[in-house]
Structure formats: C-alpha cells, structure tokens
C-alpha cells in the first residue's frame, strides 16, 4: 500500500513528517480500537448541552424575576432553578407512564409504594442519562472501565436518542466483574433509519475484527438497539457473534414509537412493516431477554420478550433504569458465565491435559 500524499508541502521535511502521521493512523493494528479516542464529539452530545443551557437560562430568568418581584433571599435562586429542572423532568417521565397505563390497559402494575420506587428510579436513570452522561461525551473519557486482556468481549449498543455514554454506570461494573467491555458504538444519524444505524454497528465489529485476537463478540443492546443488532445480524450473519442480550427491546414494536420522529421511530411502531419483515435473531445464537413489567417505554410489556431466546423478566423498574440496576449485572453475569462455561468434553479434556502435563492441541 502507497503511503498517503501531501496536498500542500512546505518542506520536504514537514511533508515527510505529516506523511507518516497519515501513514501511523493509517496502519492497520497500529493501535488497539478501544485505546483510539474518537476526535469529533457526536452529534448528540452537542444537542443536549445546547438544550441543557437554554434550558438553564429560562430557569434562570424565571427564578431572578421571582426574585426580584418579591422579598426572597439570595439562595431562592439556585434552588427554584432546580426545582424547575426537576420538575421538568418529573413531568415527562409522568407522561411516559401515564400514556403507557393507557395503552396497556391489561398490565399489572406495582403497588403505590413500589410504583414510587420505580418512578424515583426512572427519573434518576432519566436525569443521570440525558442531563449528565451523554452531554457530558466526550469529557467523560477518564471514567471509562479498563480494558482487561483476557475474558469474554462485550459491545454495547444504545437505543433511541441516547449515545454510548449511556452504558458507562454498566460497562464499569461488568468490567470490574472480569470481562472485556469494548468502547460502546455511536449509533448515528440519531434518526436515521435502523439499517443504517446496523451499518454503523457492522463497521465497528469489522473495526474490531481487524485489532482484536478474538473478534467473537457479545452484543448487549437497550431499546432500539436490540432492533439495530437484529438487522445486524439479518444482513451480515452471525459469524462475528458469540451471543446477544437485549434490555427493554420493543422486538413486536411499541405504541409509544408513535411520538416518536425520525424514520426509526416510525420503524418501532407495532404495526410497521418494516418491523414485520425484520427476521428474528438466528435459534442457534445464544440470545438474553430482559424486561420489565413497569417499563413505560415498551408498551406492552412483553413486547420485550417477543423474541426466541431465553427471556426473563427483571423486577419492576422503568425503561432507562434496566441498564443501572444491580440486578440486570447479576443476570447478565451468570448469562454470561453460563454461556463460556467449558461443556463436559472440554473439561474432560483439560483434566487429562493437566494429568499428562502436556498443553492442549500437542
């Protein structure tokens, strides 16, 4: 392969130097995909913190002219901007509940005192995620896992309007457990259609495949990204693939996609078309279903299990708290360990290797 050209050199000297630059970045296996560091700040992220401070310059002014219109002290101010903000995002989750309990009138929701819980943990899931991880990208590059050398590999695919900010709470913990969690995809155009979103998820694994010793990967996908690796895998097979798990993945679609803009909102309605020729993962990879009956998301409820595969329902908790609860680590570990445990042959034949003091495949 020819080393890239200079366009405009100045010196021999510095046209040389910019040369092998190129040619470094260029190389394949110069550097590991999870240490490269990606050089633009996704979309997404952008969005949100201009969001976040129009956001913070309306409170501000409402909470000065209250303020200023009456007697109140100083710190009134900073405590009715945050009042303000949360109860913004009180409302929202609200609604999200409340077109849910409408449109699944069967559904058997907790208790007032447990609905409490998952409400406060859903608006904490909901704050943490789209007010302080995602806009955060790509600041937050100091608090991604290690990378362990060995173990299974994990990639984690986000779902609608997120980025992969969202998974850092759950990559830390998995990779403290053991396991190799690779730098989470950015699915974007954050409203492109969901083939185009599998396009992005296939140029990442063939990334990997191109560094990675074992490229045999586990996907672990929320929401739409459960979709996403669906179409992955009905345009490109599985032979990259160890397994697939999937948190809140509206598999038969969700009523709620009906709000939702973009052409993969329309995609995730329930009775789309697209949705309905969209295969189903193949039966002999090994698939995790996780879901919630108090997720206000995925309407109905077990439109999250709609898929073959093992599924299992979590306790109550809302759509964006299914990735930060204790938990969903805990069955996506023992998923996990099940899956890469030795079958009775291997261990078989580790015990007489280990008797005849020789190294397998000698």
């Known amino acids: 392969m020819s080393a890239p050209s200079c366009r405009r050199p100045t010196s021999a000297r510095s046209c040389a130097g910019r040369c ?10 110069a550097r590991p995909d999870h240490a490269r ?18 956001e913070f310059l309306l409170h ?18 900073p405590t009715i901007v945050l009042l303000l903000a ?12 409340a077109i849910a309990a409408a449109t699944d009138p069967e559904r058997a929701w907790p208790r007032p005192l447990p609905f409490a819980r998952v409400f406060i943990g859903e608006l904490v899931a909901f704050t943490l995620t789209h007010s302080l991880l995602q806009p955060a990208k790509p600041f937050t590059r100091h608090l991604a896992p290690a990378f362990a050398e060995s173990g299974p590999s994990l990639l984690f695919v986000h779902g609608y309007c997120c980025n992969a900010e969202f998974w850092l ?31 992005r998820l296939h140029e990442r694994i063939e990334a990997l495949a191109a560094t990675d010793p074992d490229p045999r990967l586990v996907l672990i996908a929320h929401s739409m990204g459960g979709l996403v690796a669906r179409a992955y895998l009905g345009a490109y097979g599985t032979s990259r693939l160890a397994g697939l798990i999937t948190l809140g993945t509206p598999h038969a679609g969700t009523t709620l996609a009906r709000l939702a803009p973009g052409p993969n909102g329309r995609q995730m309605r329930a009775a789309s078309a697209w949705l309905a020729a969209l295969p189903q993962a193949p039966a002999h990879l090994p698939s995790l279903h996780l879901a919630s009956p108090a997720d206000e998301l995925v309407s109905p409820a077990h439109s999250a299990l709609a898929a073959p595969g093992d599924g299992q329902w979590l306790p109550a908790c809302g759509h964006l708290a299914l990735a930060h609860r204790a938990d969903t680590v805990r069955r996506i570990a023992d998923w996990l360990e099940a899956l890469h445990a030795p079958t009775d042959g291997e261990e078989a034949l580790h015990v007489s290797v280990a008797r005849s003091g020789q190294t397998p495949g000698h």
Do not use: H, N
């Not at 092998?20 to 296996?29: I, V």
């Not at 053991?178 to 599998?198: H, K, N, S, W």
């Open 86 to 97: 949360l109860s913004g995002r009180a409302i929202y989750v609200g609604a999200a509940f």
């Open 37 to 54: 560091k990606p050089r633009l700040t996704p979309v997404l992220a952008r969005l949100q913190r201009r969001l976040l401070a129009v």
């Open 169 to 199: 709470p759950l990559r830390r913990r998995l990779a403290r457990a053991g396991y190799r969690c690779q730098r989470a995809v950015d699915l974007e155009p954050v409203f492109a259609d969901i083939d185009t979103l599998a396009e």
């Open 60 to 77: 501000l002014l409402l909470a000065l002219a209250w303020w200023l219109a009456t007697d109140a002290p100083g710190w009134i101010v």
């Open 20 to 29: 092998a630059r190129k040619s470094r970045r260029a190389a394949p296996g």
